[in-house]
């Protein structure tokens, strides 16, 4: 095992994971289209989520990544058969070619060993199907209608639409088309390419599978990451048995950083020419690939987040749905703002900078530039700032973004 000691080290083992992340240099993919595609089969996933106050994470995270990128790029992937839908540790685009690794979890679901809804509506399902058959695809919208209560969410879809996600979730249906949240459905065999390989995995191929994935688009994992929040009991164990193997024959190490956590890694990783720190400043998404695992977060780079839109108001620290910047290969702080798209206007409701190495000027001149171009993204023309800490950058940073 190697143990890291030395701040130097640990610095190198967060470069190691940012570039394994694709965020250390402006354009690791490529731009563009073509360069999405290529993040989107390195990164393995992309989450979906339904949050707007700005652009949604599934768009933010390549955004984050792929210079002239634009929302109506992922579409494109789906329509022409790059990416598909479905359940990761959470709903996301994956890339095609992983389609067989959804599966296991879909026979699961429609063997009954896993539930997705409680008692599935198998008559209305049929007929769902039957319709899609004949007619051909159907959209979410076209069985839409208000609950009957004022909740919202899942739970208050009308049988119809239960019956459709569970279609979808077991495997029946694919997602084939998107307008915003409206998904357009069809079946599986008419959506899924030729080429795709739809045979099942064995425990120990997606075990592999999980663990070469992780370690490309990571740098470095735990044990517990390379699960991160799947509950299969066999696959936990099929991919500790196969971490253990790899380590026995000396494809794998292990690296202890001065907290006493553990990280795999590949032999060579730390020998690795890495990209050289820049002073672009990222913005991103909460749901981003690589702040996710917050456990992992806290450990790798002494950052605390959390989203904080699920915690009550009174109890919020830092706002709705703070952003974690990133600069020089750290976590410098978090911002909380809102895109008023009538208005085109973006509003910065709090910036909280937490790092005090860095000279004041050289953060400021980042993420002035930064703002810029992410204000573009969210089709707005002006920036408004309401809040600052530290305090003495607040009239600073007003003059700078012309406010």
């Known amino acids: 095992m190697i143990e890291l000691k030395s701040t130097k080290d640990l610095a190198r083992l967060r470069r190691l994971a940012l570039a394994s992340q694709g965020l250390s240099q402006a354009s690791p993919f490529g731009s563009g289209l073509a360069g999405a595609r290529k993040a989107m089969s390195h990164l393995g996933y992309v989450q979906i989520d339904t949050i707007s106050v700005v652009e949604r994470a599934h768009h933010h995270v390549l955004y984050s990544r792929i210079p002239r990128f634009t929302p109506a790029m992922l ?91 569970q279609l979808y979730m077991q495997g029946d249906l694919m997602v084939c088309n998107r307008e915003g949240f409206q998904k357009t459905y069809d079946l599986t065999e008419r959506v ?69 956590d553990v990280f795999v890694i590949e032999p060579d990783a730390l020998e ?30 002494q950052y605390d987040y959390q989203i904080e839109c699920y915690v009550p108001e009174p109890k919020r620290q830092y706002g709705y749905f703070c952003l974690p910047l990133l600069f020089r290969g750290e976590f410098i702080g978090r911002m909380d703002c809102k895109a008023h798209r009538k208005e085109r206007r ?31 993204f969210q089709q707005c023309d002006s920036v408004m700032l309401t809040f600052v800490e530290p305090k003495h950058l607040m009239q600073i940073l007003i003059n700078r973004l012309g406010q």
């Open 75 to 165: 579409n494109k992937m789906l329509l022409d058969g790059d990416v598909f839908e479905y359940w990761s540790h959470a709903a996301a685009f994956l890339p095609i070619d992983d389609f067989r690794f959804s599966l296991p979890y879909k026979h699961a679901i429609k063997s009954g060993q896993t539930h997705w809804y409680k008692d599935p509506d198998e008559k209305l399902m049929a007929e769902l199907l039957a319709r899609v058959a004949s007619d051909g695809p159907l959209r979410s919208r076209d069985i839409e209608t208000k609950s009957s209560n004022n909740g919202a969410g899942w739970w208050d879809w009308k049988p119809a639409k239960k019956a459709l996600e």
């Open 192 to 260: 899924l390419p030729s080429h795709v390989d739809t045979t099942m995995p064995s425990l120990e191929e997606f075990a592999n599978h999980l663990v070469d994935q992780q370690l490309r688009c990571h740098g470095l994992v735990t044990l517990k990451g390379l699960t991160y929040l799947r509950r299969n009991t066999g696959l936990r164990n099929a991919v500790k048995n196969l971490v253990d193997e790899r380590l026995v024959q000396g494809l794998l190490e292990l690296v202890k950083i001065p907290n006493g």
């Open 346 to 376: 973006l509003e910065i409701k709090s910036l909280y900078l937490e790092k005090q190495s860095f000279d004041d000027d050289m953060v400021i001149s980042a993420f002035v530039e930064a703002i810029k171009a992410f204000s573009e």
């Open 272 to 301: 690795r020419r890495l990209p050289r720190l820049n002073n672009r400043l990222l913005i991103l998404s909460p749901f981003d690939n690589s702040v996710i695992q917050r456990d992992r977060l806290k450990s790798l780079f």
